[in-house]
């Protein structure tokens, strides 16, 4: 199970099979106005899972990437694989950042 909070506070839940959006409303955005959109939970494919799965990683062996604090715009991962947890909080302007919400974005579109 990978957990995903991205840079406006929006939740993403991956599993093998399926993934999940839950969007920041605006009473609970820093702004008071910014709205993530509507609820999304769709399936997804083993592929998709895969090149999920292989960028998060990624991000989380990159420590060069990552930041002790949450800050506004950073992106938190949590990784579940058995018993074992990962976890990191990543830098806002950082390559893996980018790269996990563009994928991410693109497939909840679709």
Same mark, same amino acid.
């Given at each position: 199970?990978?957990?995903?909070?991205?840079?406006?506070?929006?939740?993403?839940?991956?599993?093998?099979?399926?993934?999940? #959006?839950?969007?920041?409303?605006?009473? #609970?955005?820093?702004?008071?106005?910014?709205?993530?959109?509507?609820?999304?939970?769709?399936?997804?494919?083993?592929?998709?899972?895969?090149?999920?799965?292989?960028?998060?990683?990624?991000?989380?062996?990159?420590?060069?990437?990552?930041?002790?604090?949450?800050?506004?715009?950073?992106?938190?991962?949590?990784?579940?694989?058995?018993?074992?947890?990962?976890?990191?909080?990543?830098?806002?302007?950082?390559?893996?950042?980018?790269?996990?919400?563009?994928?991410?974005?693109?497939?909840?579109?679709?």
């Amino acid at each position: 199970m990978i957990d995903y909070g991205d840079g406006s506070g929006n939740q993403y839940i991956i599993e093998q099979d399926s993934i999940e #959006f839950n969007p920041i409303k605006p009473k #609970f955005s820093s702004s008071g106005i910014y709205d993530g959109g509507d609820h999304v939970k769709k399936n997804i494919t083993q592929q998709q899972y895969s090149k999920i799965a292989s960028i998060i990683k990624e991000a989380i062996v990159n420590e060069a990437s990552h930041i002790k604090n949450r800050v506004k715009l950073s992106g938190v991962i949590t990784m579940q694989e058995g018993k074992v947890v990962k976890s990191c909080i990543l830098h806002p302007n950082s390559e893996e950042l980018n790269e996990i919400e563009k994928l991410l974005k693109a497939i909840i579109k679709n």
